[in-house]
């Protein structure tokens, strides 16, 4: 493997951290958690309880395509055609996500699975490495600029799936009060704790790697004669 090689290995690794960190966050556990805590029901008129059903029913048409949205939720304004299109919307990108995460996966076990049979040990430990440095830093830099100003990084990421109008909803609409901003914060915060466990597994298996190559004595082998430098 050439260093180009070792970098397209690298971001793979990296974007297969991003997707898998949001598997868990899409889970009915997380989603009924979370709610439960920061739900508006208040605001909502609803009991808690109701607010959490109403956020399971999303959370199953969007990760699952299956059921509806009902246009009120007792006796209130539930979901009209504006907030089903936006999550239809979230739909599609998560589905993307998902296939784009499990194609990342082939493709990572099929050159890693080559690199250790041609035992290309050097080539791999040094995509690790760089996947661990560019995996934590991604968070990092995300987290900064969100603490600086959520309210522009917030935008600044729908902006990046979604047409322009089509995720703003007033403050007091259901969607908006069942998944409140500190809702997504959180879900932020824990995508990036994620983020780092990858960050950490992808070093202590570069780790491992270099370990191999000085045969347990410490010292850095060579890089195989002609390999680009």
């Known amino acids: ?13 990296v974007a297969f951290a991003i997707g ?10 997380v989603t009924r958690a979370l709610v ?26 969007v990760v699952s395509g299956s059921g509806s949205l009902p246009e009120t939720v007792d006796g209130r304004p539930g979901f009209d055609a504006a907030a089903v299109a936006h999550l239809i919307d ?11 995460v499990a194609a990342l ?14 035992r290309r040990f050097d080539d791999l430990e040094h995509a690790l490495r760089l996947a661990a440095v560019l995996t934590a830093s991604l968070p990092a830099m995300g987290l900064l600029v969100a603490l600086l100003d959520f309210d522009r990084f917030f935008a600044g990421f729908h902006a990046l799936f979604f047409a322009a109008g089509t995720w703003v909803f007033p ?6 009060l069942t998944f409140p901003e500190t809702f997504w914060v959180v879900c932020g915060v824990a995508w990036a704790l994620l983020v780092g466990v990858f960050a950490a597994g992808y070093s202590v298996a570069g780790a491992v ?8 004595s410490g010292k850095r082998a060579p890089d195989p004669v002609g390999e680009d430098a």
């Open 90 to 100: 979230v739909r599609r990108v998560l589905g993307g996500a998902r296939v784009a």
């Open 20 to 29: 898998m960190s949001l598997l868990p966050l899409q889970t009915p556990l």
């Open 105 to 118: 996966g082939v493709f990572l076990a099929l050159v890693i699975g080559a690199g250790v049979r041609r």
């Open 209 to 216: 790697l270099r370990r191999r190559l000085d045969g347990g």
């Open 171 to 176: 403050a007091d609409s259901l969607l908006i």
């Open 1 to 13: 493997m050439r260093r180009t090689t070792r970098a397209l290995i690298a971001l793979a690794l």
């Open 36 to 61: 439960a805590r920061v739900g508006d029901a208040q605001t909502a008129g609803l009991s808690i309880e109701r607010v959490i059903v109403t956020a399971e029913s999303v959370r199953r048409f």
